[in-house]
């Protein structure tokens, strides 16, 4: 990993031929894990990690910042990093009615915090701690939601393997109920399509075999359980999906870092196409 890692915004007229519109770049700072979400308002919002090349304070290499996108100048704003963005890692960001939820860790916030927001930039503590167990390394956290309810799939970390968990909580959000589900899993990433279905993209390691693959799965909470789709081409260090659904289709970004020829591994980005076909 550099310290010199810059976000490139691409953008497409039919999908098929992209073209770099924008880069944003932080001077002593490698920007990481941009994620999209549209707030209550309307306005595009890019959320993002930002790991320091010289800390600023004690264990502190890390901060979040966010920028909102000038429809009008086709432009987008300058940073917004509030009073919490410190030491913290805000994930993936998702907005559920009024308001953009993101979970956050490292830091000052090992424990994770849920976090809530009006505008998807200005950010306050809703649930501390959040993580299930303290006993655990828990993460990468990514939330949707489900009729009124919010569905968090987080990923474990522990020596020997440990099994991601699912979270649901009805309004006001600040109680949830934490499952197991029995599956270790790595760059998560949970979509509601249109029709209801709860989908989400993860990596999955064999490390008995070396293999790794990118799955693809319905995820049930009420059973509590992860049922596999299919997967998507892939190899070594992969996953972080990003998902859309568009005109009957689930658009999926990810990146895989095969190894060329020489056995040098190269990091490359993919975009997956999936129709989708509905039972109504």
Known sequence: ???????????????????VRWTLSWVGGDLRDPHFVVNAQGQLVLN??????????PRCSFFSAGWRFDSSQQIWLAPVVD?????????MPHRHGDFVYTVAYTGQANQGVLARS????????????????????????????????????LRCDQKGGCSAMLGTAKPPFDDWYWQTLHQAI?????ITLSDGTLIAVYRVID?????????????????????????????????????????????????????????????????????LEYSS
Request: hydrophobic share 40%; proline share 5%; aromatic share 12%.
């Open 1 to 19: 990993m550099s310290y010199d890692g810059r976000i490139r915004i691409m953008s497409s007229v039919d999908g098929s031929n992209w073209s």
């Open 48 to 57: 993002a990690g930002i790991r320091l090349a010289v800390r600023v304070q």
């Open 83 to 91: 009073r919490s963005a410190a030491c913290r890692w805000r994930w």
């Open 118 to 153: 009006a505008d998807g930039l200005h950010w306050q503590d809703w649930v501390t701690p959040f993580f299930p167990a303290q006993r655990l390394y828990f993460n990468e956290a990514t939330l949707a939601s489900r009729h009124n309810l919010l569905v968090c799939l």
């Open 186 to 190: 790595g760059g998560p990433k949970l």
């Open 207 to 275: 490390y008995e075999h070396e293999l790794v693959r990118l799955e693809v799965a319905e995820v049930d909470p009420d059973r509590a359980a992860l049922i596999p789709l299919g997967s998507l081409p892939a190899e070594g260090d992969c996953s972080y999906a990003g998902m859309v659904e568009y005109d009957r289709v689930l658009w999926i970004s990810y990146y895989s870092t095969p190894q060329d020829d020489a056995g040098l591994a190269n990091s490359q980005i993919y975009l997956a196409r999936v129709p």
